[in-house]
């Protein structure tokens, strides 16, 4: 991608983060409610979406991605259904809930360890990464060839 693109735009990636972050608010609310935390998927459409009602949709769609669909193929639907811009992962592994925001200027993963403390599972503070994980759909890691 090109530098001076992704200089102009940082705003954008800035925004992205900022609601990358109330997903982390929203995370730790239903894990305090349910213990766990179901696999979802949001979406930043490029362009405004017709609803079936009529009315349209101009900024996040979420989806609870059913356990029968693999999330590489929920992705790639909700990608091309939303015509994605940016797309953002929830999933609880076993040590940890992971949040992973990807879109064409790279990538933000938080992960939230599951901790016990007394008799409950609680999720600790977030560690943030920057481009080393990615779904692989809008954005790709580069690796040196040689």
Same mark, same amino acid.
């Given at each position: 991608?090109?530098?001076?693109?992704?200089?102009?735009?940082?705003?954008?990636?800035?925004?992205?983060?900022?609601?990358?972050?109330?997903?982390?608010?929203?995370?730790?609310?239903?894990?305090?409610?349910?213990?766990?935390?179901?696999?979802?998927?949001?979406?930043?459409?490029?362009?405004?979406?017709?609803? /079936?009602?009529?009315?349209?949709?101009?900024?996040?769609?979420?989806?609870?991605?059913?356990?029968?669909?693999?999330?590489?193929? /929920? /992705?790639?639907?909700?990608?091309?259904?939303?015509?994605?811009? /940016?797309?953002?992962?929830?999933?609880?592994?076993?040590?940890?809930?992971?949040?992973?925001?990807?879109?064409?200027?790279?990538?933000?993963?938080?992960?939230?360890?599951?901790?016990?403390?007394?008799?409950?599972?609680?999720?600790?503070?977030?560690?943030?990464?920057?481009?080393?994980?990615?779904?692989?759909?809008?954005?790709?890691?580069?690796?040196?060839?040689?």
């Amino acid at each position: 991608m090109n530098n001076k693109i992704l200089e102009r735009e940082k705003f954008i990636w800035d925004d992205l983060i900022a609601d990358g972050k109330k997903v982390i608010g929203m995370v730790r609310d239903l894990w305090r409610k349910n213990r766990k935390v179901p696999r979802m998927l949001f979406s930043w459409p490029s362009e405004h979406l017709p609803t /079936a009602d009529g009315k349209v949709v101009t900024h996040i769609v979420s989806f609870a991605i059913p356990d029968e669909l693999a999330t590489f193929e /929920a /992705a790639v639907a909700m990608t091309k259904e939303t015509k994605a811009y /940016a797309l953002l992962l929830v999933e609880q592994e076993k040590t940890d809930v992971r949040i992973l925001l990807e879109s064409f200027h790279g990538t933000r993963c938080w992960r939230l360890p599951i901790r016990r403390h007394g008799d409950v599972n609680v999720l600790e503070k977030e560690h943030a990464s920057q481009d080393t994980e990615s779904l692989g759909i809008l954005w790709r890691r580069v690796t040196p060839t040689g």
